[in-house]
């Protein structure tokens, strides 16, 4: 019989105070979207970490510059 140890939950949940000004700008920017404020702030962020950071795409446009020729020769 094969043990196994605790599962854990991939999902995450977030709790944070925002300052009353940006508590109020977020819920006016949701209420002029038709989203709740959580929505909204859930969209956010998932935008902010699908975007790539500037470093990966400066590395990223070298290596293709770099590579080009090999790319075209393999296409």
């Known amino acids: 019989m094969r043990r196994r140890g605790p599962r854990y939950s991939t999902d995450m949940k977030l709790a ?20 709740s404020p959580e929505d909204l702030a859930r969209a ?17 446009a070298r290596v293709l510059a770099k590579n080009r020729e090999l790319y075209k020769r393999l296409a």
Do not use: N, S, V, Y
Not at 16 to 35: C, H, M, S, T, Y
Not at 44 to 60: H, N, R, S, V, W
């Open 16 to 35: 944070f105070e925002l300052p009353p000004a940006q508590a109020d700008r977020l819920r006016a920017e949701a209420a002029r979207l038709g989203l």
């Open 44 to 60: 956010a962020l998932l935008d902010l970490l699908a975007t790539p950071d500037a470093e990966f795409q400066t590395i990223a």
